[in-house]
């Protein structure tokens, strides 16, 4: 069964690092969004991506934060200069095209727990 | 989208039914009711949608009420490796997934 997967599993980094997050989405799957969880909160919604775009993203998603679809096979998450509080679970997720009001379910990948120092 | 109401937890015996409510009163006509559950930090797993009718999958069932205003997922045989924390979320298509605190099952032996 397809999947969304992720990598790496576990990143430690050290305050005000770069940091890139992988993520490969189900191969047929053209939305695709980035979301987290702080240890012991619910899970945020972060950002979504269609058609080489932006097309939401939440307040959390600041200057710090981008994402890019650099091939036909990865999306990335990108957090310009760490900070603690950015120490979180990143779940990456796909969806299928949303056609004339159907509703397709997200997939979620695993995550990558991302420590920040 | 609209906000959901879900107990914060819930036993259920091992081979039981678990009935996992949620309430939803104010969801609008193009909204669908979704049900994800995360076990442990694991990302959250897809378990099944709906729009006004009652569906069933390999996975469980959800019951709607005729007015939408809630719903029932059931777990017909709860195993322990159902023990999570499950999700109800309304969402219009396309929208993202707005996650709540949802309600943490646990099965019981």
């Known amino acids: 069964e397809p999947e969304v997967t992720q990598t790496p599993s576990h990143q430690v980094t050290q305050m005000g690092q770069e940091v890139i997050l992988r993520c490969v989405p189900i191969?047929?799957?053209?939305?695709f969004y980035w979301y987290r969880q702080i240890l012991g909160q619910k899970v945020e919604f972060l950002v979504s991506f269609y058609n080489n775009e932006i097309s939401e993203k939440s307040e959390i998603f600041d200057d710090q934060f981008s994402v890019e679809r650099p091939d036909g096979s990865n999306f990335t998450l990108k957090i310009r200069s760490t900070k603690l509080e950015d120490s979180a679970m990143y779940f990456c997720?796909?969806?299928?095209?949303?056609?004339?009001?159907?509703?397709?379910?997200?997939?979620f990948g695993p995550g990558t727990r991302l420590t920040v120092t | 989208d609209a906000k959901t109401t879900q107990p914060p937890s819930m036993d259920c015996a091992e081979g039981r039914a678990a009935n996992l409510p949620c309430n939803h009163s104010?969801?609008?006509?193009?909204?669908?009711v979704y049900w994800y559950r995360q076990i442990h930090s694991q990302g959250p797993q897809y378990i099944i949608h709906g729009l006004k009718n009652n569906e069933t999958n390999e996975m469980a069932s959800l019951i709607i009420t005729e007015d939408r205003k809630s719903s029932t997922l059931i777990l017909p045989h709860a195993t322990l490796r159902d023990t999570a924390v499950y999700y109800c979320?309304?969402?219009?298509?396309?929208?993202?997934?707005?996650f709540g605190a949802g309600t943490r099952l646990t099965v019981k032996p």
């Open positions: 979320i309304v969402r219009v298509a396309g929208n993202d997934m707005r």
């Open positions: 104010t969801i609008s006509g193009n909204e669908y």
């Open positions: 191969s047929n799957h053209l939305y």
């Open positions: 997720a796909s969806s299928d095209v949303v056609w004339r009001g159907s509703s397709y379910e997200q997939y």
